[in-house]
């Protein structure tokens, strides 16, 4: 299983990014999909999740409003539009598989089987 992330960068404040991940290996369809960051110095954070079972979708309430969780299972990949950001939303976001659909256990890390490389967003202020 693999998965590629992409579409990180640099923007100013305000700015708008559409970070891309594509997943090969696997039944995409029957996989709920997550992302995830890592800020420099902190624990890694759910960001959003996908559920395969109900197409439901879950934010953490940092984002919620202004990122967009979506997927194109004809083309095994899942997005992750964020929009407004800030120097607080500095961080490596991953994409991540798993086999559950709840939102107890999509906001876990811990019930992601494959974890994608990484992708950098930098927020300048």
């Known amino acids: 299983v693999q998965l590629q992330a992409s579409g990180g960068g640099l923007v100013q404040a305000g700015g708008s990014l559409r970070l891309s991940c594509a997943v090969s290996?696997?039944?995409?369809?029957?996989?709920?999909m997550g992302w995830f960051r890592q800020a420099p110095g902190k624990e890694r954070e759910f960001v959003a999740a996908h559920s395969y079972r109900s197409g439901s979708t879950y934010y953490a309430g940092s984002v919620k409003g202004r990122f967009t969780i979506s997927r194109d299972n004809a083309k095994n990949t899942v997005y992750l539009q964020v929009n407004s950001l800030n120097p607080e939303d500095t961080a490596v976001y991953y994409c991540?598989?798993?086999?559950?659909?709840?939102?107890?256990?999509?906001?876990?890390?811990?019930?992601?089987?494959?974890w994608g490389q990484g992708t950098q967003v930098t927020v300048s202020s």
């Open positions: 290996g696997l039944n995409f369809r029957i996989y709920s």
């Open positions: 991540a598989v798993s086999g559950y659909y709840s939102y107890s256990d999509l906001t876990s890390q811990s019930r992601y089987d494959y």
